[in-house]
């Protein structure tokens, strides 16, 4: 079940970081807009759906998560029947090294104009995320494991980057765990049923026109 963070919720999150001298205490629209830069414009976060779209969404996930996994089919069916939300993907790796280099790969996938097809494989995917299976994955969707290989080495600091400006994004923000979303300036957890995200684009989309 997914749960609204709410202004007091996230205080309390984001005032337990800050005491522990990870990030400031900023409430959850607080919170957003400082970081709204490295939300939506980071230049090695994949984006999916509508790039044009009138709508930003965006997810942190991680490839173990059951319920990333679970929200994966009806994020897709979203942007396909809606076409105007922009999608970007924060791979978020928090559950141990399979995840993390599930999504070095992904990321790796994602220079080589696959990201999309390998996202959807490793969500589709109801095991680990091992290196073996993450390449048999990557050649499914027509990126040959040789060459995902080699773009993993040769981009490994850039990678290795995005991952690490992720990891320290979800700490400003205080967010306690996957699947968590952005949308309409506010932060929303857990996985959402199909009608639950069109209401949460239906308000970002009055928030943008007024």
Do not use: Q
């Not at 922009?86 to 559950?95: A, N, Q, T």
């Not at 097809?117 to 680990?128: I, K, N, Q, R, S």
């Not at 850039?158 to 990891?167: G, K, M, S, T, Y």
Request: hydrophobic share 50%; charged share 25%; glycine share 8%.
């Amino acid at each position: 079940m997914a749960i609204a963070i709410t202004r007091r919720r996230v205080l309390g999150l984001a005032a337990a970081a800050a005491a522990a001298g990870a990030m400031p205490a900023l409430a959850a629209p607080e919170a957003v807009a400082a970081n709204a830069a490295a939300l939506y414009d980071d230049p090695d976060a994949p984006v999916g759906g509508n790039p044009d779209g009138d709508v930003t969404l965006v997810e942190f996930f991680d490839y173990r998560c059951g319920a990333c996994k679970a929200v994966a089919p009806t994020i897709t069916r979203l942007l396909a029947e809606d076409g105007n939300i922009r999608l970007v993907y924060k791979e978020w790796p928090i559950i141990g090294h399979f995840s993390r280099s599930a999504a070095e790969a992904a990321l790796a996938a994602d220079r080589l104009g696959r990201y999309v097809p390998l996202h959807e494989a490793l969500m589709g995917h109801p095991g680990l995320p091992y290196p073996g299976k993450v390449m048999e994955l990557a050649e499914s969707v027509g990126v040959a494991p040789d060459v995902l290989k080699r773009t993993m080495a040769a981009e490994a600091p850039r990678i290795a980057a995005a991952i690490e400006r992720n990891l320290d994004l979800a700490r400003r923000l205080a967010l306690p765990g996957t699947p968590a979303f952005v949308i309409g300036g506010e932060i929303v957890l857990g996985s959402k049923d199909l009608a639950s995200l069109k209401r949460l684009v239906d308000d970002a989309r009055r928030k943008t026109i007024g």
